[in-house]
């Protein structure tokens, strides 16, 4: 079940996230409804922002995704998400997910993935 899902490195679903939907869909409105959503007073996004096909390369990233440090990490380790590294659940994941609204759904996927390896 988890593998049709697609976790991301830190757990977000891809195939669930708004962005992702309105990438595969070439869907502007979709794309300008996240960016007006996500994008914070002094920080705002632009639609081409949110443009993303998963945190995996290659493809295009949502513009925080290009700088995440969890995603960067993971890269370099060399594990198909977080839940496959030996330091799980790191402090720089754990604060990903305090940063990320509606968190506890990212944490409980990798936290399922765990489960299915042992």
Not at 33 to 51: M, Q
Not at 61 to 74: E, G, I, N, Q
Not at 97 to 108: F, N, S, V
């Amino acid at each position: 079940m988890i593998q049709e899902r697609r976790p991301s490195f830190c757990g977000i679903v891809c195939e669930e996230c708004p962005a992702f939907q309105a990438t595969r869909a070439n869907d502007a409105a979709g794309l300008q409804k996240c960016a007006d959503e996500w994008g914070v007073p002094g920080h705002p996004l632009a639609a081409e922002d949110c443009r993303c096909d998963g945190c995996r390369p290659p493809g295009r990233l949502y513009k925080h995704c290009a700088l995440c440090r969890v995603r960067a990490c993971a890269l370099a380790r060399g594990v198909e998400n977080c839940a496959h590294c030996s330091r799980y659940a790191c402090l720089e994941l754990m604060h990903l997910w305090q940063d990320i609204i509606g968190a506890e759904k990212p944490r409980l996927t990798l936290n399922d993935v765990r489960r299915e390896m042992l």
